[in-house]
């Protein structure tokens, strides 16, 4: 089984739904962990707009990146530009990607529009992880 570790600053939202998606699409057919530079609780909101899409990450833990088991990965993405800048290094054959997903997290206005704009990075990560098994093959 091919292993992928998510990675953004916090590991409370981002790399959260990339994790969930992950799972729930490729059960049984790669092992998928998610990290951060540092570690948060997982995001209420997070939590509720995967609901949404049947996902449930409420059992899921923030965690900081383990560099051994960071490098035991077949890909790492990174989706923000911190992870992206100061993750640790990786060996030359684990491949990386990086998805600037922009962050829900810190978004103003009314409780609809930062469910929103949660929803609007929950798609966006969706979609990437969907297209995932095609990275992994190159």
């Not at 998928?32 to 570690?39: C, E, F, I, K």
């Not at 939590?47 to 059992?59: C, F, Q, T, Y």
């Not at 990965?73 to 990174?78: A, K, P, R, Y």
């Not at 684990?94 to 529009?113: A, F």
């Amino acid at each position: 089984m091919k292993k992928v570790m998510f990675l953004c600053t916090a590991n409370s939202c981002r790399s959260q739904m990339a994790e969930g998606c992950a799972k729930e699409m490729y059960k049984g057919v790669m092992e998928v962990y998610s990290a951060g530079l540092m570690s948060a609780s997982v995001h209420k909101k997070a939590i509720a707009v995967m609901k949404e899409l049947g996902i449930d990450i409420s059992g899921q833990k923030s965690k900081t990146i383990d560099k051994s088991l960071l490098g035991e990965m077949d890909l790492v993405v990174t989706l923000c530009n911190n992870a992206e800048d100061l993750c640790p290094s990786t060996p030359p054959e684990t491949r990386r990607i990086y998805w600037p997903i922009k962050d829900p997290v810190g978004m103003l206005g009314t409780e609809e529009e930062i469910m929103n704009e949660f929803r609007r990075a929950r798609d966006e990560i969706n979609e990437k992880v969907k297209k995932l098994k095609d990275e992994l093959s190159h």
